[in-house]
């Protein structure tokens, strides 16, 4: 249960967060001619190069505005919530109280776009208690050097249930906030006809976990990422081929239970071979060395686990134990396939992370209204990379999804580009210190038509988290874990001043841990807003019902919000 002296620190972390992201001006992002996931440059067809200037490029940027546009709304808002438990007899009546701020800025030089929140949930009666809830995303890119170095930042504050679990107004005990920020330099140019590229991140990840009942996720609190990459190449034109050499190499630190370190560092040459005007074959070969580790167990003069007054193993300060450990030769094959400037399809497959691995990507806009991206994916990595590489993927200009009933950030990301954006509920459902190799596939479909704003985000992922062969780690989670996501979400402008708003998600979560069977979450609301006064106040109301299937106990919850925002 959140108390209110947690709100200090709480904000503090927030803010330090927010503050480093906008001081260093950084967020990861990929420059307009960043290489697909082959490594290499293709050029698209000659007679569609200039279609593909004009064109939004696939992960939402557009061209730099050539004057200064900005966009801040600072807002205050109150209203009135109340949420049932149709399946029991929790009822909850509650007054919110909440400030924010919405905000964009661009210039030729630098885009900056933020939606910050902080809201106060007073209870009516002793069952929950009053609690804050922090929640809000901040992006900036910088050019330094127009078309040769950007600064990018970016920070994050949301929730989650974890495992599967959705977080309601009622399910305060779930809720797992979790933070974030990294910056870094981007460099992009060209030394005569070779392409030099390279970038540096440096973020963190906190989370702040309310759970009264334990579990795995309390064996992670933070972690510093450091991850750095470059290349040298050339696109197919001088050379019958084009090729490009480089290498990576990443790191994690967490401050959790057993003190889990995460190392990886890789080079690698890669090389495409046009076949026709929109089809060519690539290759690639290089060297890795991944390696994770953690502090064993403490155990006594006869072998056995020392326990904690939690009931947990304790870490031995002076013994560590590898929890994964890959090197050797990785190499992969495919094709990259353009058969018109709205399309493009790339596969590939071979032998990476010390087995069969199988990458691919397809981007395709229907017309200038609607786009499809579907990733499928193979990477390991910490829960930390990972939460920082969904909030640098972000595309320059997304559209926030808020939770209606609770303000929190969740589902998916969109941009403005059809067919981009970044969901968070594939990163977000299992916390934990430990690194995993994670496999699976997402889909993007995004667009607007006429009155109506929508947007479909789908993900499956399989994670095999490497921990040491012992049964007393048993007690720190699953050594293996699935989750399927799915957000939806629909808007229509009924009038100049009036909108109504349509979201529901799906979550199922399963691991093999002894005990455990599977979590399956849906919802949906419907909201509605209007704005008069000079379009400065709004009304806004709310209806939400929620569902939480864990085998052996299942969950109803029926929520309903009405109240007023002003923007200065």
């Known amino acids: ?106 210039t ?18 002793d069952d929950a208690g009053d609690s804050d809830v922090h929640s809000g995303v901040a992006l900036v890119r910088a050019e330094v050097v127009p078309g040769a170095l950007q600064l990018d930042a970016g920070a994050l504050a949301t929730r989650t249930g974890g495992e599967g679990r959705a977080v309601g107004v009622t399910d305060r005990d779930a809720a797992v906030e979790v933070y974030s920020a990294f910056a870094g330099p981007t460099l992009s140019t060209n030394v005569g006809p070779v392409a030099v ?137 495919g094709f990259i396939w353009r058969p018109t400037q709205r399309t493009e399809l790339q596969a590939r497959a071979g032998h990476r992370y010390g087995g069969t691995t199988v990458l691919g990507s397809l981007s395709h806009r229907f017309n200038g209204n609607l786009g499809l991206g579907v990733a499928v994916f193979d990477t390991v990595e910490t829960f930390g990379n990972s939460v920082l590489n969904s909030l640098n993927n972000l595309p320059d200009t997304f559209d926030v999804n808020r939770n ?47 009155l109506w704003d929508y947007g479909i985000g789908g993900s499956y992922v399989h994670r095999r988290f490497g921990r040491p062969n012992d049964p007393a780690f048993d007690l720190f989670g699953s050594s293996e874990d699935d989750n399927f996501n799915l957000f939806a979400s629909m808007g229509r402008r009924l009038s100049r001043t009036s909108e109504v708003n349509f979201d529901v998600y799906a979550s199922w979560y399963d691991s093999d841990l002894v005990g455990f069977d599977r979590v399956v979450s849906t919802g949906a609301t419907v909201s509605y807003s209007r704005r008069f006064l000079l379009d400065r106040m709004r009304f806004l109301a709310a209806l939400g019902l929620y569902h939480t299937d864990e085998t052996v106990e299942e969950s109803t919850i029926l929520s309903a919000i009405a109240g007023l925002r002003y923007t200065f």
């Open 108 to 125: 030729r030089r630098v885009t900056a776009q933020l939606s910050y929140r902080y809201e106060r949930l007073i209870e009516w009666g």
């Open 197 to 333: 590229n390279a970038s540096y991140r440096l973020g963190y990840v906190a989370i702040d976990d309310d759970s009264v009942s334990g579990g795995p996720r309390d064996d992670f609190d933070s972690a510093v990422a450091h991850s750095a990459s470059a290349s040298v190449g050339m696109s197919p034109g001088r050379l019958p081929f084009g090729w490009t050499v480089g290498a990576g190499y990443t790191r994690s630190d967490s401050d959790s239970r057993f003190d889990d370190d995460f190392e990886g560092v890789y080079v690698r040459g890669d090389v495409v071979v046009p076949i026709g005007p929109t089809f060519a074959l690539t290759a690639g070969v290089g060297y890795e060395d991944i390696e994770a580790s953690q502090l064993d167990v403490l155990r006594d003069v006869n072998d056995i686990p020392v326990l904690g007054p939690d009931g947990r193993p304790l870490p031995d300060p002076n013994r560590r134990l590898t929890t994964y450990d890959v090197s050797g030769i990785i190499y992969d094959g």
């Open 1 to 106: 249960m959140t108390s209110e002296l947690a709100f200090p620190r709480r904000a503090g972390r927030f803010c330090l967060a927010l503050g480093l992201a906008l001081a260093a001006s950084a967020a990861h992002a990929q420059p307009d001619s960043a290489p697909p996931a082959s490594g290499v440059s293709y050029d698209a067809p000659p007679a569609e190069a200039e279609q593909a200037d004009a064109a939004p490029a696939p992960n939402g940027r557009r061209a730099r505005p050539q004057r200064t546009r900005s966009q801040i709304q600072p807002y205050l808002e109150v209203s009135q919530g109340v949420s049932a438990e149709l399946n029991g007899d929790d009822t909850l009546t509650y007054t919110t109280v909440a400030a924010g701020v919405d905000g964009r800025v661009e």
């Open 404 to 450: 209606p009933l609770t303000g929190d950030i969740g589902g998916c990301a969109f941009g403005t580009a059809p067919g981009s954006g970044v969901c968070l509920g594939q990163t977000l459902q299992s916390i934990r210190g430990t690194s995993f190799r994670a496999r699976g596939a997402s889909v993007v479909l995004s667009g607007s038509r006429g």
